[in-house]
T-cell receptor, first 111, second 112 residues
Framework: SQTIHQWPATLVQPVGSPLSLECTVEGTSNPNLYWYRQAAGRGLQLLFYSVGIGQISSEVPQNLSASRPQDRQFILSSKKLLLSDSGFYLC??????????FGSGTRLTVV | GENVEQHPSTLSVQEGDSAVIKCTYSDSASNYFPWYKQELGKRPQLIIDIRSNVGEKKDQRIAVTLNKTAKHFSLHITETQPEDSAVYFCAASNGHDYKLSFGAGTTVTVRA
């Protein structure tokens, strides 16, 4: 079965600082990978997804970007964080016919 | 794109009673409908899912129904227990790149 590793678990960053969140997947090859953000008390908003190495689709225009340098690695980045970037960031991988497997998430607070 | 609406936003039930959460979707091409449970500070976990070729699916105390004509689906939890307290999310996908569109979530509280 798939396992998704996501780090760091928590992060406090000042406004204007850069961001790099990493997600790696074990137990599968060539997965579809997704970055979701969950604001406090809200649902999950799809930010980016990737169907293969170097292939990135953006769902929401914003100051974030994503990259997929390796088959099982998905990175979320920002050059300059905004207060509105605070939230719970979740990486997900499609798990065969059984829907998503989520990583444990990164709680980002921009101060 | 797909728009999924979920109601109610909060639900409080007495232990042992049933809980029902309803979702509607906009894309008639959607064919996969999972439900996730998220405990405080944790990742969402898949609890049940249904595909558009069936109308109902049951797994112990949890059941999901789907009405493709009306474009709505529901989660039913029977004999609720305190450990059922969590946020529940519905989602829908039309299969394109397996993207899921999520509802806003329902906070379920089971009173002992």
């Amino acid at each position: 079965s798939q396992t998704i590793h996501q780090w760091p678990a928590t992060l406090v960053q000042p406004v204007g600082s850069p961001l790099s969140l990493e997600c790696t997947v074990e137990g599968t090859s060539n997965p579809n990978l997704y970055w979701y953000r969950q604001a406090a008390g809200r649902g999950l908003q799809l930010l980016f997804y990737s169907v293969g190495i170097g292939q990135i689709s953006s769902e929401v225009p914003q100051n974030l970007s994503a990259s997929r340098p390796q088959d099982r690695q998905f990175i979320l980045s920002s050059k300059k964080l905004l207060l509105s970037d605070s939230g719970f960031y979740l990486c997900a991988s499609i798990s065969g016919v059984r829907g998503y497997t989520f990583g444990s998430g990164t709680r980002l607070t921009v101060v | 794109g797909e728009n999924v609406e979920q109601h109610p936003s909060t639900l409080s039930v007495q232990e042992g009673d049933s809980a029902v959460i309803k979702c509607t979707y906009s894309d008639s091409a959607s064919n996969y409908f999972p439900w996730y449970k998220q405990e405080l500070g944790k990742r969402p976990q898949l609890i049940i899912d249904i595909r558009s070729n069936v109308g109902e699916k049951k797994d112990q105390r949890i059941a999901v129904t789907l009405n493709k004509t009306a474009k709505h689906f529901s989660l039913h939890i029977t004999e609720t227990q305190p450990e059922d307290s969590a946020v529940y999310f519905c989602a829908a996908s039309n299969g394109h790149d397996y993207k899921l569109s999520f509802g806003a979530g329902t906070t379920v509280t089971v009173r002992a």
